[in-house]
């Protein structure tokens, strides 16, 4: 009996070694594989609901109009023909010329680029500032607290067209002078809408503790208190990256946005508003693709909050 113990020991051993390591499970998952499998599962949410695909393959054609427009155009943007002017969709114009015989899906391929820096400049510039308001807004400094919700109170009453035509005195018709405003702008609307959701986070019972164990403020907030305040910021983020295309294209025609001779959906908008009731077409393709990509914008942010939630993503809760 003392010889067949270590026997079935042995192989019991060997048997436990032949047999495959199982994956990890999601909820195994650590650091950066985690956090892909969790992007992963956000990703295959949205595709799987309609207003969440047609975001994307509308943001998707978007972004890759603008990379392929950089060094592909049907025809040179400067490339003007007389002769040829207002003319109809066609073999060579595909969607005919403008005022002065230029190609109008050409400068719409030119123009996608320059509304997607803008787009891109204005949501950073807003978050970042957006942030820093509700840092301060939620700092346990009473007086600096109170002061910054009076001051946001006071600043968001002041329209982001008059920003716009302040920055314009110094700064002329440039696309810095856009972000400048619409970031100021939205960055403020996005601290008010936020605080409430941040102050309770703040003042919650794991943040004091965390605070009187050690932890910095700059730790805790974007430990705690920004992860509560997620679904707000993603909402806001995608309004105000709709609305940097609506505001581009208005301020545009005000003359204190984008440049005549810089390519965007704006200056194509403005050059041929004119001739609306004799040539409407060279109108309704730019106003068409600035409606069509702020509704996918704005659908791609309502998507990304409901797959980006726990609460309402099954599969995103099964994975935490």
Known sequence: MTDATPHNTQSKQSKQSKQPRQSKRPEQLH???????????IVSTMWHHGTGRFSMIVLGIWVLVSIVSLFWTPQSLWATDGYNVWAKPSRTHWLG??????????????GSRTNLLIVLLTVIFALAFGLLLVALMVSRNTALAHGSVVAIDALISIPTVLIALMLAVPLGASILGIVIACGFGYGLNLARVARPQALLAARSMYVQSALSNGAS???????????????????????????AVLAEAGLTY??????????????????????ISIYPMTVIWPGLIVTVVVVALNLFGDALHDAADPLSNPRLRKAQ
């Open 97 to 110: 010329t403008d005022g002065t015989g230029a190609d109008v899906f050409s400068w719409l391929m030119a």
């Open 217 to 243: 403020a700059t730790r805790v907030f974007f430990t705690h208190v920004l992860t509560n305040i997620r679904p707000v910021v993603i909402v806001q983020c995608s309004l105000c990256a709709g609305t």
């Open 254 to 275: 005000l003359g204190v946005g984008v440049p005549s001779g810089v390519p965007s959906w704006g200056v194509s908008l403005t050059s041929s508003v004119k001739f």
């Open 31 to 41: 650091g950066w594989r985690r956090t892909l499998h969790r992007a992963g599962i």
